[in-house]
C-alpha cells in the first residue's frame, strides 16, 4: 500500500486532471453549456477535498481485544485495506461519472472528430 502522502498526491493529479480538461474543452470547444462544466469542475473538487479527508483513517480497536499479537495485526491489516479498497473505489467511480457527464455534453460531430484523432 502506498503511504497516505502518495495517496493524497494521487487523489489531487487525478482531479486536477479532470478538472483541467473540463477547462480545456470548454474554452476549445464553441456548444457546451457552461454552468454544467462549472458544476462538474466543482464536484471534482469537492471530490477532491472529500476523499483527502478520508484517507486518514484509525484502527478503533487496541491490542487488548485480540488474544496475541497476530490476531490484531491481521485485524488491524483487513480494516485498512477494505476501507482503502472501498474508499478507492467510490473515488473512482464519482471520477468516471464527472468523465461520462462531460462526454454527455459533447456534441455528436465532436465524438466523431474525437474517435478518428484516436
Same mark, same amino acid.
Given at each position: 500500500?502506498? /503511504?497516505? *502522502?502518495? %495517496? +493524497?498526491? &494521487?487523489?489531487?493529479?487525478?482531479?486536477?486532471?479532470v478538472?483541467?480538461?473540463?477547462?480545456?474543452?470548454?474554452? *476549445?470547444?464553441?456548444?457546451?453549456?457552461?454552468? +454544467?462544466?462549472?458544476?462538474?469542475?466543482?464536484?471534482?473538487? %469537492?471530490l477532491?477535498?472529500?476523499?483527502?479527508?478520508?484517507?486518514?483513517?484509525?484502527?478503533?480497536? /487496541? %491490542? &487488548?481485544?485480540?488474544?496475541?499479537?497476530? =490476531?490484531? *495485526?491481521?485485524? *488491524?491489516?483487513?480494516?485498512?485495506?477494505?476501507?482503502?479498497?472501498? %474508499?478507492?473505489?467510490?473515488?473512482?467511480?464519482?471520477?468516471?461519472? =464527472?468523465?461520462?457527464?462531460?462526454? /454527455?455534453?459533447?456534441?455528436?460531430?465532436?465524438?466523431?472528430?474525437?474517435? &478518428?484523432e =484516436?
Amino acid at each position: 500500500m502506498p /503511504s497516505k *502522502r502518495t %495517496l +493524497k498526491k &494521487s487523489i489531487k493529479y487525478a482531479c486536477g486532471n479532470v478538472a483541467g480538461e473540463c477547462v480545456f474543452a470548454n474554452m *476549445r470547444l464553441a456548444g457546451l453549456d457552461q454552468d +454544467k462544466v462549472e458544476d462538474i469542475v466543482c464536484q471534482v473538487a %469537492l471530490l477532491q477535498v472529500d476523499t483527502i479527508d478520508k484517507v486518514t483513517t484509525h484502527f478503533d480497536k /487496541s %491490542l &487488548s481485544d485480540f488474544a496475541d499479537k497476530k =490476531a490484531y *495485526r491481521k485485524a *488491524r491489516t483487513n480494516y485498512y485495506k477494505n476501507y482503502y479498497c472501498e %474508499l478507492w473505489k467510490g473515488f473512482t467511480d464519482n471520477i468516471e461519472k =464527472a468523465v461520462e457527464e462531460m462526454n /454527455s455534453m459533447l456534441t455528436p460531430e465532436q465524438k466523431e472528430a474525437n474517435k &478518428s484523432e =484516436a
